[in-house]
Structure formats: structure tokens, C-alpha cells
């Protein structure tokens, strides 16, 4: 049997982050939920998740410079992300993606699309 996959949440808002981790319990995985992205990283670094759901808008540390940091790490830059964001203007969209988003979701997000981002970025993951 595999082992649960884990995804870990980074939203400061904690009714989204609260939904979000719903979604993905009722889908079968494991969830981490970060509030910050200060402490997020250490514990980033610490599991491992299979995937990252990050907003853009943090109060301490930008989603994007955690994203740029993960990229960076050549133990971490292999993990998926998905920005989910209300940041939704197509220069945001460009700006995560390059940033190395592997999907950019705008706020809100239908359980739908938010478990198939998810799933699609686990399967992409494996491929190695």
C-alpha cells in the first residue's frame, strides 16, 4: 500500500486554509498547515511534502520568495507548488509561473480543480 501523501497548506487566511485542508483530507492525504511562510520553511525542509499549496499574499515572507527559495534548494526544488491566489491579473499569473509555480489557481478554487492540480502535480513529481 503507499504510504499517504502529504501536502502542505501556506495561507495565512485560516478559514481558506481550513477549507483547503478539508479538501484535501476528504481526498486521502496527509496535510500540514503553515500560517506564516517564515516557519513554514524550516518544516518545508523538515518533511518533504509531495506537494505545497502557497498564497502569494503573506504577512511576513512573499509566497513568491518562498517559492524562488524552494527552487533554489537542491533537496526542495523538485516539490511541486501551487499557488493558490486572489492575486489573479495575467502578470501574476506570469510572474508565479516563472517564478516556478507548477499551476497558478485563482481564488476560489472549486474542490474539482484544487484535488486535479494536486493530483497532477503529485503524478508529474514521480516521474523521476
Same mark, same amino acid.
Given at each position: ?9 501556506? !495561507?495565512? !487566511? ?13 481526498? %486521502? ?14 518544516? +518545508?525542509?523538515? !518533511?518533504?511534502?509531495?506537494? #505545497? ?16 527559495? #524552494? ?7 523538485? +516539490? ?9 491579473l495575467p502578470a501574476? #499569473?506570469?510572474? %508565479? ?8 489557481l485563482t481564488k476560489p478554487v ?19
Amino acid at each position: 500500500m503507499d504510504p499517504q501523501k502529504t501536502v502542505m497548506i501556506i !495561507e495565512d !487566511e485560516p478559514d481558506a486554509a481550513e477549507m483547503f485542508a478539508e479538501m484535501m483530507r476528504v481526498s %486521502g492525504y496527509r496535510v500540514l498547515k503553515m500560517f506564516s511562510s517564515g516557519p513554514a520553511i524550516p518544516l +518545508i525542509a523538515q !518533511e518533504k511534502p509531495h506537494v #505545497i499549496l502557497l498564497d502569494v499574499m503573506m504577512p511576513d515572507i512573499s509566497g513568491l520568495e518562498v517559492l524562488r527559495y #524552494i527552487r533554489r534548494e537542491p533537496d526542495l526544488s523538485g +516539490i511541486p507548488v501551487i499557488i493558490v491566489s486572489a492575486k489573479s491579473l495575467p502578470a501574476d #499569473i506570469k510572474t %508565479g509561473l516563472e517564478a516556478g509555480a507548477f499551476r497558478y489557481l485563482t481564488k476560489p478554487v472549486s474542490f474539482r480543480n484544487l484535488v486535479q492540480a494536486v493530483e497532477e502535480s503529485i503524478a508529474a513529481g514521480q516521474v523521476s
